[in-house]
């Protein structure tokens, strides 16, 4: 109890060092400047980020932590939005929004999508900071019970749960999965150094990695689909009869749940090194999609498939601060920045953080609180104009996305390959299309290939080569079992489902 | 020579009148050798300046060491003042930094405004990949920090001294399972030498590679691995916290700290540094180096600089000239020894208990099944319906595709050859008309405007120069 005082003290004061309108000023250019940034496909938080650095320097320390978080919630938002609007992730994180996103979008519904978005990022954001400030050294010490069998069965049970997404054909399912990991073994392998699958291309060395596939296969391969005429019923790509901006009642109660869920997975997804926004949102929404009672309904626009995933990379990105705040352990890419950008204001973060440097680490807190109600306050009354952006001239719309999709493939690495990989990679999007192939588990693997991977070979590294590894260790063998029951309930439903075609 | 620079200025903004258009490119031709003479005369007598921004590449992607050293940087010259034009940092990962190498020597030959950060890590990856490019062929700026590398556990392990883990490591090296950076980096090379220089067989090194420093300490921590590698800095609050122990570190001797052990006491000659430093593109005047050197030079002995050194506690490796070209030649023989011996790079296939070619057969296997499997389903349905024709009016839309492919393509042609701000407003139309746009007028003018502001935003604000 009196620890807990304690805590509302500290972050009243937090709140009383970070809460100035000039702080509150420097957290709006944040979150202004991050939507712009987090728009560009390619160009994610932890871009957004080291770019913006700079323009922090001589303010203070403060006055920067609020400046990033409104950066970090804006790219993650901006990346979101154009997710759902043309079918582009701006960032990896929001990949799984476009599954849901972009056709609630042709539906006319793009406000709404762009709402459940915006309110899902806030509660996932704020829930996050609040199990940070309540319990982040015990949530830290869980953490580290995860070893290479853990983190293997886990992203194998990620890989189960999500895998027949968007798919009629559990085959094609399948091969566009295992397409996805054959895509993302090219490069240097990361256990022994060797160049795989490369052809002797040194282009082919840093591989392909989650951002260069989801401009690929989603952005291009879109602009692709669009350009060759397949979409056209009718001149409009978008439905305007139906636009609404608001959500139904009904739509309330339906993303409630799902931010909550959401929110959960994504937090404890977000505290595992290593884990991260991408894969948070891919597992929230196989969870959702797996206890929705209207499972038919996901991949055409259900409002939940846009509410759980945002919820999720939100939650992860607060979920990531606990490691790198509790024992200076950067979990991501974005966080790796972040432990940068505070060592350059004196933050060092560690077990020692909250007794050495207390102010600034509440006002820290403090400042991701309000970073998300700025996200909320600056974007809610935005929908209305990026909703409008869908009555460009679909040529002038399109053409913009493929200049921007190059543009942001290139500026990842400033090569030129880079822009022919995700060319390919869209041709190669429109022909599986063609031929009725889902794309969403192409990506899947991409995102969980070269994880499992890893972990399988850490694992066996660890136990010198013992398989019973992943069946001695209690949290390995609950996600197992997990994993054997979900396979068995879909052959069952599998087997059901074909018995009155047979009689 | 300031009067020849003004005539010359004069000719080439002569206002064209009619067909003199040519016969200012004709001048423009003639003067060339003497422009170019000028201009190497110019920076010869005087000092050079640099009049554009000058860009630091960091090989790697943000976050970790040579960000962090090129942002340091970066800060020390903006906040003191060092420098009369601005200062960016780009990133540009992948390989271990090879391709932002190859970059650096292929695309920016000679140009004195291209820096790159560079390192340890970058002789490792080019000796392993057998890279086209090496150090050696850029021109040497200067070393600035350096890092040794430390052994630690976890606090309760079993290993209280580093003698104790040695003895372990060499009786039964699969046993100690190492944690640290990727294959190929820092923490794994100097593993190799260890095991090397206490006789260990390279196969039987059980280390295990992670993304960062920070995951392995992590894993570290939670009794995954036995003994993490990582450089001395990166270790920081979890030794301060009694959660990790360092038992040994790679100084020669105990400058760096006075409680733990060097490898050098125990008779082990592991002397090992992880330094970072900074280049420039090749082929720069002498003068332009002498710039880029005294600038480095300023910034090193700035008040901020020793400051960074300590709050990171680096060390100060700082080389500049003939002594730091010297210091890369015999770093990369070292290096390219450690490499031999553990076997390592694109020959050896190293020796993780699953080889690096597993993962990607099973992906290979189940593409194979799944196509096999499809293709009979795909035999049986055509048996039973054999009506082709209702493919037709899909082969008239793959002729769209095939077009619009190909536009794409000569987009990306022109973006390599031509330049983005060429291209784009051809593209932008021409898209549009391919989606059945009326207005082509308008098309040209919103591709205009849209080319203009990609640029103005790339170039001015996210420091990402269009092709």
Known sequence: ???????????????????????????????????????????????????????????????????????????????????????????????????????????????????????????????????????????????????????????????????????????????????????????????????????????????????????????????????????????????????????????????????????????????????????????????????????????????????????????AAGGSMVPLLALGIPGSATTAVMLVAFQMYGLQPGPLLFQNSGDLVWGLIASLYIANILLVVINVPLVGLWSKLLKVPSGLLYSSVIVFSILGAFSLKGSISDTIIVFVLGILAFTLRRFNFPIAPVLLGVVLGPLIEQEFRRSLSISTGDFTIFFTRPIALGFLTVIALFLLSAVVKQLRATKPVTR | MHQLRNIIGEILIIPTNGKSMLNTLLLWLMFLPMISHAFSQKTSSNAWQPNYPLVITVPSNPGGGWDQLGRFLQRTIIEEKLAPVSIEVVNKGGAGGIIALADLVATFDGNPHKLMITGFGMTGATAMHNSEFNLQSTTPIAALTGEYQAIGVPYNSPYKTLADLMQAFKKDPEKIIWGGGSAGGADHLFVNLLADKLGINPKNINYVAYTGGGEATAALMGGQVVAGVSGYSEWGGVVDANRVRLLGISSPTRSVNPNIMTFTELGIDAVFQNWRAIVAAPNISAAQQQYLIALITKARNSSTWQDILKRNNWQDNFLVGEEFSQFIVSDSKQTQEIIEHGGLGSGGEGYAYIGPYFFPSIAGIGLFFCSLFLFIGELKNRKSLSNISQLDPAIKRLNKFYFSAATVAVYLLGLAYLGFIFVTPVFIPVISRILGSTSTKRDIIVGILLTTFITIVFEHFLNVIVP
């Open chain 1, 1 to 315: 109890m009196d620890s807990l005082t304690n805590i509302f003290t500290n972050i009243a004061n937090g709140f009383g060092i970070a809460g100035t309108p000039e702080n509150l000023m420097y957290g709006m250019i944040g979150v202004l400047l991050g939507t712009a940034v987090g728009v560009l496909p390619g160009l994610g938080p932890a871009v957004a980020i080291s770019l913006l650095l700079p323009i922090t320097f001589g303010m203070e320390p403060i006055s920067a932590f609020i400046m990033f978080g409104g950066i970090y919630y804006g790219a993650m938002y901006g990346g979101a939005m154009t997710a759902i609007l043309v079918n582009t992730p701006g960032c990896s994180s929001s990949v799984v929004t476009t599954f849901d996103g972009h056709p609630l979008a042709k539906k006319g519904r793009a406000g709404t999508a762009l709402l459940t978005a915006i309110i899902g990022s806030f509660i996932g954001g704020t829930f996050a900071t609040l199990m940070l400030m309540l319990v982040a050294p015990a949530l830290v010490e869980l953490s580290l019970l995860f070893g290479p069998p853990e983190y293997f069965s886990l992203m194998l049970l990620a890989l189960v749960m999500v895998a027949t997404i968007g798919g009629n054909s559990l085959v094609k399912s399948l091969f566009a999965t295992f397409l996805g990991i054959a895509i993302a073994m090219i490069g240097i392998d990361m256990q022994t150094g060797t160049a795989r699958l490369t052809f002797g291309l040194p282009e082919l060395y840093s591989g392909i990695n989650i951002v260069l596939a989801g401009i690929g296969l989603f952005a291009v391969g879109e602009s692709l689909w669009v350009l060759s005429g397949q979409d056209d019923k009718g001149k409009s790509q978008f439905d305007s009869a139906q636009s609404k901006l608001g959500m139904s009642n009904f739509e309330w109660v339906r993303s409630a749940y799902a931010w909550l869920r959401g929110t959960v997975i994504g937090f404890f997804a977000g505290i595992l090194p290593g884990s991260g926004g991408t894969i948070a949102a891919f597992m929230a929404y196989g969870v959702e999609k797996k206890f929705s009672k209207r499972p038919e309904e996901f991949g055409q626009g259900a409002v939940e498939g846009v509410a759980a995933p945002e919820a999720a990379n939100n939650a």
